[in-house]
């Protein structure tokens, strides 16, 4: 039996969903008659600057204050994309800070909707389609475009209010600096210990999924740069990274590399 509910949120109408109890997907629409194409940013600024603090966690009490201006950036970005407006994005580089961007408005929302119906595990973010681009999208099928643009670290550090994720930014992702930004959130990403854990009492290095899941890239990666057939995941990821994440690392350099495979927790503070 499939229902179908409008969704309030602090008496504004977000968007509806069409949801199913038997665990299928959620299916996000949004009304965007009227609604033109536009790479501007300005309202997804507003709701990062108010509602996510300097650890990317979602203030769940100030997100009311901007909830009007994350519905307007949603519907901007259903209608605007690398494939609804590609003159937009003419380079590799707009085309990734578009879909940083989207995935960063659309973790948030979804989180928000979670936190609303008292479900805190952030793998159901995985579960909800919306209109993104021109067309229905889910956060998966962002990573893929993210890859296809800049490879597994891109993908690694992708923001998401999952802790088992990279942090949601404080400010829009801007073209000209993303591949540098990448850089620093993948090597931000091995440096946070709520989210890349080393756990010195069972001797582990707990590799989140999102990581985890290109762990023979990275191997592969390290026998050609570096020919070391031996060479652990550990050492492997010593020579992505530098600063306080290769010191973590090194002081782990000899411990069993595993998936995190905990509970996903959203990234929320109340």
């Known amino acids: 039996m499939i229902a179908r509910r409008t969704i ?21 629409t949004l009304d965007t008659a009227g609604v033109t194409p536009s790479a501007d940013v300005k309202k997804l600024a507003a709701v990062l600057k108010r ?17 009007g201006a994350l519905e ?24 990734l800070a578009y879909w940083y961007n989207a995935r960063a408005a659309w973790s948030i929302a979804l989180a928000m909707r979670l936190h609303e119906d008292e479900k805190e595990d952030a793998a159901l973010l995985r579960k909800f389609s919306f209109p993104l681009n021109g067309n229905v999208m889910t956060l998966e099928q962002i990573d893929r475009a993210v890859f296809a643009l800049g490879g597994y670290q891109a993908v690694v550090a992708a923001p998401c209010a999952d802790l088992q994720r990279a942090a949601l930014p404080e400010e829009p992702f801007d073209a000209q600096a993303i591949r540098q930004t990448i850089r620093r959130r993948f090597e931000g990403f091995v440096d946070d210990h709520r ?3 080393i756990d010195v009492a069972t001797q582990q290095i707990c590799f989140p999924p999102v990581l985890w899941q290109y762990r023979e890239d990275i191997l592969a990666e390290h026998l050609r740069r570096y020919d070391a057939p031996r060479a652990t995941l550990a050492t492997a990821m010593l020579s992505l990274v530098g600063g306080s ?9 000899g411990y069993a590399c595993v998936e995190n495979k905990a509970p996903d927790s959203l990234a929320l503070m109340e």
């Not at 309030?8 to 996000?28: N, Q, R």
């Not at 509602?51 to 909830?67: L, N, P, S, T």
């Not at 901007?76 to 609804?84: L, N, S």
């Not at 994440?245 to 350099?253: H, N, Y």
Request: glycine share 8%; aromatic share 10%; charged share 25%.
């Open 8 to 28: 309030l949120v602090w008496g504004i109408l977000l968007f509806t969903i069409i949801g199913c109890d038997s665990g299928k997907p959620y299916i996000v």
């Open 51 to 67: 509602c996510v603090d300097a650890q990317g966690f979602i203030d769940v009490d100030k997100h009311g204050d901007v909830a």
């Open 72 to 95: 307007s950036q949603l519907r901007k970005f259903a209608v605007t994309g690398p494939d609804a407006a590609p003159e937009l994005y003419p380079a590799a580089e707009d085309r």
């Open 195 to 197: 989210r890349f854990t």
């Open 245 to 253: 994440a290769a010191r973590r690392l090194q002081d782990a350099v």
